[in-house]
C-alpha cells in the first residue's frame, strides 16, 4: 500500500513561482513512477508531469512544458514540482499519483494506482 500526500500549494500572483511535494510511503518508493496531475475549474483531471523511477525520463504537458520541473528525492521519498512563471490559467488542483506496478512514465490517468488528495494551486491575475 502506497500513501501520498501533498503540500505546498496556496495562492500566488500571475508570474509568481511554488513548488508543491509529495511525500510517499512505501519501502519500494525508488521504483515507483511518479505523476503530477491537476483538475482545473469545470474541467476534467488531467496530465502535467511524470518522472520514471530513475529521473531520467521526465514528459511534460505542452502547456506547462518550459516552466514547471518534475524531480524526485529518493532518500526522503518524495516528489517534486516546480512551477514558475504561473498563470490563471494554472489555477487547479494538483495530484500526486504513483505507479505501483510499472517504472516507466505515463500521462494516462489509469495508469496510476495511487493518488494523494490533492493541494490547491490558485493563480491571480
Known amino acids: 500500500q502506497v500513501q501520498l500526500v501533498e503540500s505546498g500549494g496556496g495562492l500566488v500572483q500571475a508570474g509568481g513561482s511554488l513548488r508543491l511535494s509529495c511525500a510517499a510511503s512505501?519501502?519500494?518508493?525508488?521504483?515507483?513512477?511518479m505523476g503530477w496531475f491537476r483538475q482545473r475549474p469545470g474541467k476534467e483531471r488531467e496530465f502535467v508531469a511524470a518522472?520514471?523511477?530513475?529521473?531520467?525520463?521526465?514528459p511534460y504537458a505542452d502547456s506547462v512544458k518550459g516552466r514547471f520541473t518534475i524531480s524526485r528525492d529518493t532518500a526522503k521519498n518524495t516528489v517534486y514540482l516546480q512551477m514558475n512563471n504561473l498563470k490563471p490559467e494554472d489555477t487547479a488542483v494538483y495530484y500526486c499519483?504513483?505507479?505501483?506496478?510499472?517504472?516507466?512514465?505515463?500521462?494516462?490517468?489509469?495508469?496510476?494506482?495511487?493518488w494523494g488528495q490533492g493541494t490547491q494551486v490558485t493563480v491571480s491575475s
Open positions: 499519483a504513483a505507479r505501483g506496478y510499472d517504472t516507466d512514465t505515463s500521462s494516462a490517468l489509469r495508469d496510476y494506482d495511487y
Open positions: 518522472i520514471n523511477w530513475s529521473g531520467a525520463s521526465t
Open positions: 512505501g519501502r519500494t518508493f525508488s521504483t515507483y513512477a
